[in-house]
C-alpha cells in the first residue's frame, strides 16, 4: 500500500527537479518591453490541418514584417511568439496557457477552427489578454468572453447571404440542400439557409446530409434529383464539393451549386472547374478587385512566398492590421489598451473588406459572391449586411 | 479500514501542499502539464485493470471518459448557472463540483456495465472492437444532439472550487482535486491488485476455464472490472471538462482510446507503476519536444520523435518499461544497502 504515497512523493520530486521555470512575479503582462510589442498566434501548424495554420501564418508574417519596415507602431515593433495547436483543439488551451503565462503576450491571434478557438478563448478571458480569430466562423467563438474578437464574417450571415443571393438574384424558388450533418460548420450554414430562404417564401424541395469522410455521393444525388431543384445548396469544404458536383452532373442534374467560404482553395478550379461551372460561392473577398490594396497584398504576397493566397491568409494579414489599429485606437500596447482598441474598430479597411466590430465582438462586413465559369472567378454581387435586413 | 482512511487524509493533506506549492513558485505552464498528466494517470490505472489485470482488451475508454466528461458538465453548468449560456466563467460549488464528478462516474459505470456485458461472450480482438464501437457510438451520438451543442459540444463549464488558503491564482485549484482523484485510484487500486478480488481478476487474465473451475465467478468479475475502470474514466471525464471549461465530442475519438493503451503498454500492462509512468511519459514527451520544434522550426517533429520512442521501446523492450512488476518501498529497501531482503 505504501506505494501509492511512495509513487506521488517520486512523481512530485521528479518533475519539481526537471523543472527550470519558477514562477517569476512581478513582471506582469504587459506585452514585452518598451521597444517591442508580443503578439502570440496559436495556429494549426502541422496535423490534419496544417495547410489553413501555415497560410494564415503567412498572412500574418507578411502584415507584421511589412508593419515593422514601416518603423513599428508608435515605435514598437511587433514580435511574433507562433505556437502550433497540431490541429488538436485541447493543444490550443495549452498553449494559450503558454502564451498567456509564460509569453506574457499582449494579444493573441488565433485559430482556424472554431474548435481551437473556443478552447483557448477561456485562458486568455481570464488572463485579461484579446484574442483575434482571424477566421473562426461559428458563432459561439465570440460569445466566450468579452475580450474575445474576431475579423472575419460568421457563419449565420454566410448562410442568409447564399439564401437571399438564391431567391432574391438568381430568382430561384426551389432549393435542395446537401451537407455534412457531423460538422459544425456545414451544419450550421444549412440551417442559416434554410431559415433564411423558407422566411423568403421560399421552398426546400429536398435535405440529404451526409456523414463522415465519404467519396461518393450516389444516394444523396439521386434523392436531390428526384426532387427536381432549381439550386442546390452545398456548404462543403473544397475537397468534397469537386466530388459532388461529378456525382450531380454524372446524374444528370445542371442546376447551379451555392456554397460557402469552405470551397475556396488554389485547386479548386483544377478539382471541380468544369463539374462546377455556372455555380457560385460566397467569400470574403473578390482576387480580381482593382482595389490598390488588394492587389499590393496579392503581389507581395505572391512575391514572398512564391504562391497564391487564400482567404485565410488575407484574414490573418487583416487580424495584424487590425491589431495595430485597435492599438491606435486604444492609445497603447497594454492588454486593455488593445482590447479597448478592438471595441473601437470603425469602418477598418482591409484585403477582406470594409468592416467595423460590433457590439458582440465580430465583424459586421460584406460577404462577395463569385461565379464559377471556366477556368476563372468572377465576382457578381457583393452582399452587405444591413442589405439583410 | 482506519489504515485506508488515515492514508486518504494523508494524500489530501499531500495534495493540498503540492497545490500550495506549485501556485506559490511554479509556472502555470508547468502545473498545466501536470494536471494533464494526472488525467492521464487517472485513466490508464483504471484501463489498467480491465486490459491489464483481467486481461480484457478494451478500446472503449474514450466512450466511458466522453460519457463523465458531458454529464459532469451539464450537472455543473445546471446547478451553477441555471441554463446553458455565455459569459464569463464561475466558480462551482463545491457540493456541485462532488456531486457533477459522483454523477459523471456513475453515469459511465452504468455504460460499463452494457459494455462489460457483452464482454462475457467476446474475446481479445472481437471485444477490442466491440469496445471501440461503443466509443464511437456514444461520440456520434453527442455529436448529433443539437441541445449539448452539437459539434462544438458544451460551453462554460464552471472552474473547480477554491479552497480554503488558495488564492485564485492562474491554475486555480486543479492540481489538488486532479491529484486526489489520482490518489485515491493509485491508492484503490493497488489494494485491489492485492485483494481476493484482484486476484480473481488476474486468474482470469491467465486462464479463464482454470479460474472458473477454481470457483471463481468470471462473467461477473469481468464486468465489475469494466464498471471500475468506467467509473474513473467517467470521473477523469469530469475533471476534465472542469479543467478545459468546454468539452467537444470530437475530444474523445478513438485516438484517444489508443493513446490510454499505449500509455499502458509502454508503462508495462498489468503494473500500475507502468500505467503511471506511461502516463507521464505520452503526456509529457510531446510537450517537451516543443521548444526543439520551435526552436528547430520543424513542426510535426514530437509526433515523429513520439512514434520512434514506441518503435524503439517494443523491439527493445516488449514489455514496457516495468513489465508486471511495480515500484515500492520494498523495492527500495532491497535496493539500498543493508536492507531487509
Not at chain 1, 487590425?322 to 477598418?348: H, M, N, P, Y
Not at chain 2, 454523477?103 to 472492437?129: E, Q, T
Request: aromatic letters at 8%.
Amino acid at each position: 500500500m505504501r506505494y501509492a504515497l511512495t509513487l506521488l512523493i517520486a512523481l512530485t520530486a521528479l518533475f519539481s527537479a526537471s523543472l527550470t521555470g519558477c514562477k517569476d512575479k512581478g513582471n506582469d503582462a504587459g506585452g514585452g518591453g518598451a521597444d517591442e510589442i508580443r503578439v502570440g498566434v496559436f495556429l494549426s501548424l502541422s496535423g490534419a490541418n496544417a495547410d489553413f495554420g501555415k497560410t494564415t501564418k503567412n498572412g500574418i508574417d507578411l502584415a507584421v514584417e511589412e508593419i515593422n519596415e514601416a518603423g513599428g507602431i508608435n515605435g514598437k515593433k511587433l514580435v511574433i511568439i507562433a505556437k502550433d495547436t497540431r490541429s488538436k483543439p485541447e493543444e490550443a488551451q495549452t498553449v494559450a496557457k503558454q502564451l498567456a503565462s509564460q509569453d506574457k503576450v499582449a494579444v493573441a491571434i488565433g485559430s482556424v477552427e472554431s474548435g481551437q478557438s473556443i478552447k483557448a478563448a477561456p485562458v486568455f478571458q481570464e488572463a485579461g489578454i484579446p484574442m483575434v480569430s482571424p477566421s473562426s466562423t461559428n458563432p459561439d467563438v465570440t460569445k466566450q468572453g468579452d475580450r474575445i474578437f474576431r475579423v472575419c464574417y460568421l457563419d449565420d450571415f454566410q448562410g442568409q447571404a447564399c439564401a437571399a443571393f438564391a431567391y432574391k438574384d438568381l430568382g430561384f424558388r426551389k432549393a435542395a440542400l446537401i451537407y455534412a450533418q457531423d460538422d459544425d460548420y456545414s451544419k450550421g450554414l444549412a440551417q442559416y439557409f434554410r431559415e433564411a430562404f423558407k422566411g423568403m417564401g421560399g421552398s426546400i424541395v429536398e435535405e440529404a446530409p451526409f456523414q463522415g469522410d465519404v467519396s461518393e455521393f450516389k444516394d444523396q444525388v439521386s434523392k436531390i434529383a428526384a426532387a427536381g431543384p432549381d439550386v442546390i445548396f452545398a456548404p462543403v469544404y473544397y475537397a468534397k464539393i469537386g466530388l459532388i458536383a461529378r456525382d450531380f452532373r454524372k446524374q444528370g442534374v445542371t442546376v447551379p451549386l451555392v456554397g460557402g467560404d469552405g470551397w475556396e482553395s488554389p485547386q479548386l478550379i483544377q478539382l471541380a472547374g468544369e463539374t462546377l461551372e455556372g455555380s457560385y460561392f460566397g467569400y470574403h473577398y473578390d482576387p480580381d478587385d482593382q482595389d490598390a490594396k488588394v492587389q499590393g497584398y496579392l503581389k507581395a504576397y505572391s512575391a514572398k512566398f512564391g504562391s497564391d493566397p487564400n482567404s485565410l491568409s488575407a484574414l490573418g494579414y487583416d487580424a495584424v492590421y487590425a491589431v495595430k489599429l485597435a492599438i491606435e485606437l486604444g492609445g497603447g500596447s497594454s492588454a486593455d489598451q488593445i482590447t479597448e482598441g478592438l471595441r473601437k474598430i470603425k469602418d477598418f479597411k482591409g484585403v477582406t473588406g470594409t468592416f467595423s466590430i460590433d457590439e458582440n465582438r465580430n465583424a459586421k462586413k460584406s460577404i462577395t459572391m463569385l461565379k464559377i465559369g471556366g477556368s476563372n472567378l468572377s465576382k457578381v454581387k457583393v452582399i452587405k449586411p444591413e442589405d439583410l435586413k | 479500514m482506519a489504515k485506508t482512511v488515515g492514508l486518504l487524509l494523508a494524500g489530501l493533506v499531500a495534495c493540498y501542499g503540492l497545490n500550495w506549492f506549485l501556485a506559490e513558485f511554479i509556472e502555470v505552464v508547468y502545473v498545466d502539464y501536470l494536471n494533464l498528466i494526472g488525467i492521464a494517470i487517472v485513466l490508464a490505472v483504471g484501463l489498467n485493470v480491465i486490459n491489464g489485470l483481467t486481461g480484457q482488451f478494451s478500446l472503449g475508454h474514450a466512450g466511458f471518459m466522453a460519457i463523465g466528461a458531458f454529464v459532469a458538465g451539464l450537472v455543473s453548468i445546471q446547478l451553477t448557472y441555471g441554463e446553458m449560456s455565455s459569459g464569463p466563467l464561475e466558480l462551482a460549488g463545491l457540493g456541485t463540483f462532488l456531486l457533477s464528478l459522483l454523477l459523471a462516474g456513475l453515469a459511465a459505470a452504468v455504460l460499463g456495465v452494457v459494455v462489460g456485458a457483452p464482454a462475457l461472450r467476446l474475446k481479445g480482438d472481437y471485444l477490442a472492437i466491440a469496445t471501440l464501437g461503443f466509443a464511437e457510438i456514444t461520440r456520434i451520438l453527442l455529436t448529433a444532439q443539437d441541445s449539448l451543442g452539437g459539434p462544438t459540444g458544451i460551453k462554460r463549464i464552471p472552474k473547480m472550487p477554491l479552497l480554503p488558503g488558495t488564492g485564485a491564482w492562474d491554475g486555480g485549484t486543479s492540481v489538488f482535486w486532479i491529484f486526489l482523484v489520482v490518489f485515491t485510484i493509485v491508492l484503490f487500486s493497488a489494494r485491489l491488485q492485492r485483494s481476493t478480488y484482484g486476484r480473481a481478476l488476474i486468474a482470469i487474465r491467465e486462464n479463464e476455464l482454470a479460474a472458473e473451475t477454481m470457483g471463481v465467478r468470471a462473467a461477473r468479475m469481468k464486468v465489475m472490472a469494466f464498471v471500475y475502470g468506467a467509473f474513473f474514466a467517467g470521473i477523469a471525464g469530469g475533471l476534465y471538462a472542469h479543467y478545459q471549461h468546454s468539452v467537444r465530442p470530437d475530444d474523445f475519438t478513438s485516438i484517444r482510446s489508443i493513446e490510454v493503451v499505449v500509455m499502458l503498454v509502454l508503462g508495462g500492462l498489468g503494473s500500475i507503476t507502468g500505467a503511471v509512468l506511461g502516463a507521464v511519459a505520452v503526456t509529457l514527451v510531446p510537450q517537451l519536444l516543443r521548444p526543439l520544434e520551435e526552436q528547430l522550426q520543424v513542426n510535426g517533429l514530437s509526433m515523429v520523435v513520439y512514434a520512434l520512442l514506441l518503435i524503439l521501446m517494443m523491439i527493445f523492450r516488449p514489455q514496457g518499461i516495468f513489465g508486471q512488476r511495480e515500484l515500492s518501498l520494498k523495492l527500495f529497501r532491497r535496493i539500498l544497502p543493508g536492507g531487509r531482503k
